[in-house]
C-alpha cells in the first residue's frame, strides 16, 4: 500500500463523502437516469434532503413560491446542480472538525476550498463559456487531501503547517518530505474511489505542476490553477497567508493577454463567496 493509500485508510474510518455521493455520481454519468432515479437516492439521507430543502429556500436561489417536496426541489436545481451542492456540503461537514489549533483553521480551508470552487466555475463559463458544473466540482474537491492529512496524522500535519513559510520549498515539496506522498495524490485517487470524471480527477493531481507549458488555459487544470492564482491574490489561502504562489507558462500569458476580463471577474468574487456562504451558514 502506498503512503497516500495508508492515509486514506486510516481517514476512511474517521470521516468520508458519504455513500450517497457516488451513487450520485453514477446517475449523472448516466444517460438514462431520471430525476425520479435521483429523488430515490436523496430519500435514503434525511439529512441531505432537510439540508437541500433548505438551500433550495433560501435567498441564494430566489424563488417566490415555497418548496417543500424533494422531486420539485430536484427538478428545479437539476442533476449536476444537486450533486455539486451535495458535494459541497460533505465538504463542509468534514471541515466541522475538532482538529483546528492556533497554526490551522478547518474554517479557512473551507472558505479557500469554496472560493476556489466558485472562481473556477467563473473562469469556465465568464472567461471560456462552458458549463461551469464540473469547473466547480475542481476547486470544492481541489484540496480534499489536505483534509485526509489533517484527520489521519495530525502530528505530522501540524509539522508541516508550522514548517510553511514564504521562503521554504513549496507546501507540496514539504508533504512529499514529511508524509512520502501530497495531497494532489491523495485528492487523485479520492477523486478517482468517487467516481468523478477522469477531467476532474487530473486536475486535482496536478493543480501545482506549475513547470508544465503545455497546460491549455480552458482545460479543467488550466482553470484550477488560474483560479488557485486569482484567490491566492484575493487572500483566501488554505493553510496560511503570504505563501508563494505562481502559474504554468502559459496560463500566466493567458491572464496577462486577458487581464482586464480577470480584473472584473477577481472584483466581484468576493460577492459571489458571500452568497454561497449565507446559503451554506457560514
Given amino acids: 500500500m502506498t503512503p497516500a493509500e495508508t492515509l486514506i485508510e ?12 457516488t451513487r450520485l455520481v453514477q446517475l449523472v454519468n448516466d444517460e438514462d437516469a431520471t430525476l425520479q432515479d435521483f429523488e430515490e437516492v436523496i430519500r435514503l439521507d434525511p439529512a441531505l434532503v432537510a439540508r437541500l430543502l433548505t438551500l433550495v429556500n433560501s435567498s441564494y ?25 451535495a458535494v459541497t456540503d460533505a465538504v463542509q ?12 483553521s478547518p474554517q479557512r480551508l473551507w472558505l479557500h476550498s469554496a472560493a476556489s470552487g466558485i ?18 466540482l475542481c476547486g470544492i474537491l481541489h484540496d480534499i487531501g489536505l483534509i485526509v492529512a489533517m484527520e489521519a496524522d495530525q502530528e505530522t500535519f501540524l509539522r508541516l503547517i508550522e514548517q510553511l513559510t514564504p521562503d521554504c520549498p513549496s507546501s507540496v515539496a514539504l508533504e512529499q518530505q514529511l508524509f512520502q506522498t501530497d495531497h494532489c495524490e491523495i485528492g487523485y485517487i479520492l477523486a478517482k474511489e468517487w467516481r468523478m470524471s477522469d477531467s476532474i480527477a487530473e486536475a486535482i493531481r496536478d493543480h501545482h505542476q506549475v513547470d508544465d507549458s503545455d497546460i491549455a488555459p480552458h482545460s479543467p ?25 505562481s502559474l504554468a507558462p502559459s496560463l500566466a500569458a493567458h491572464i496577462q493577454k486577458n487581464v482586464e476580463e480577470y480584473k472584473v471577474l477577481a472584483e466581484d ?14
Avoid at 10 to 21: E, G
Avoid at 63 to 81: E, Q
Avoid at 93 to 104: D, K, V
Fill in 119 to 136: 472562481c473556477c466555475k467563473m473562469i469556465a463559463e465568464r472567461i471560456f463559456t462552458l458549463n461551469g458544473d464540473d469547473a466547480y
Fill in 221 to 245: 487544470t488550466g482553470i484550477l490553477q488560474m483560479s488557485e492564482y486569482i484567490i491566492q491574490q484575493l487572500h483566501y489561502p488554505a493553510i496560511k497567508d503570504g505563501l508563494a504562489s
Fill in 10 to 21: 486510516k481517514f476512511k474510518k474517521i470521516r468520508t463523502l458519504p455513500h450517497i455521493i
Fill in 269 to 282: 468574487l468576493p460577492e459571489e463567496l458571500q452568497k454561497t456562504n449565507n446559503m451554506y451558514g457560514n
Fill in 93 to 104: 461537514n468534514m471541515l466541522r472538525s475538532p482538529s483546528g489549533t492556533i497554526e490551522f
Fill in 61 to 85: 436561489f430566489g424563488l417566490t413560491r415555497k418548496v417543500d417536496s424533494i422531486s420539485r426541489a430536484v427538478a428545479l436545481l437539476g442533476m449536476k446542480n444537486l450533486h455539486n451542492i
